[in-house]
């Protein structure tokens, strides 16, 4: 799957934190059945490649699947050979986008700025990470995109939740990557589920509204 087939989708980012790859292809399970089909793995988390190979051997077919908290070439072309096609990152590093792009793969660099949104489009990523999105604000979001072209997609990224879809959408995102309000290790399957289910209604209610 590609991020512009997820945009015309749910369009929302499963950012799965912590994740212990023993509980990774459960988890997925739920956010699948939920709607959620773009899931992200921090390398941070306890043995991401691991959760990363699993994830892409169980629903690589049907969901982008990939790794989040990318700093380096090394961490992508690891992603890439656990199956990853998916390479997110806080910052916009023009080594890492065009090192993924030449692999194949799907990025969503992260950008706070103008500048850092047109130095991430010149290395050729066309989805951008607004983060941390909760220090911008949807105004922030509003800006940005009367200079941004047309065809790049911008996905608020930390500190959104449901009731904060709506605003965000009418400033022109495009899509939303969500992490513990959707994900925790101390959450269970049935709370992830309702989380899931609660975001995904959110953006299809807020969709129709606009």
């Given amino acids: 799957m590609r ?6 989708e749910s369009a929302l980012v499963a950012i799965l934190r912590g994740i212990e790859p023993a509980r990774a292809v459960e988890t997925a399970n739920v956010l699948c059945a939920a709607g ?28 982008l699947i990939g790794a989040g908290t990318v700093l380096d070439l090394d961490a992508v072309q690891r992603t890439h050979a656990a199956g990853g096609r998916l390479i997110v ?9 065009q090192g993924a ?48 072209p047309p065809g790049v997609k911008v996905f608020p990224v930390g500190g959104v939740g449901a009731a904060e879809i709506p605003a965000w959408l009418a400033a022109g995102a495009a ?3 969500f992490g513990s309000e959707l994900f925790r290790p101390e959450y269970d399957l049935s709370e992830i589920e309702r989380r899931a289910r609660q975001l995904v209604q959110a953006l299809q209610t807020a969709r129709r509204q606009l």
């Fill in 3 to 8: 991020l512009e087939s997820a945009v015309g």
């Fill in 36 to 63: 959620i089909r773009i899931i992200e793995v921090p390398l941070n988390s306890p043995d991401p490649y691991a959760s990363i190979a699993a994830l892409a051997a169980s629903h690589g077919a049907d969901c």
């Fill in 89 to 97: 990152a806080p910052n916009c590093d023009p080594v890492v986008i």
């Fill in 101 to 148: 792009l030449r692999k194949g793969m799907q990025v969503m660099p992260g950008i706070a700025t103008a500048t850092e949104a047109f130095s991430a489009i010149r290395a050729g990523a066309t989805h951008l990470k607004l983060f941390p999105a909760l220090t911008y604000g949807p105004r922030h979001l509003q800006a940005l995109r009367a200079v941004l």
């Fill in 175 to 177: 899509g939303f990557g």
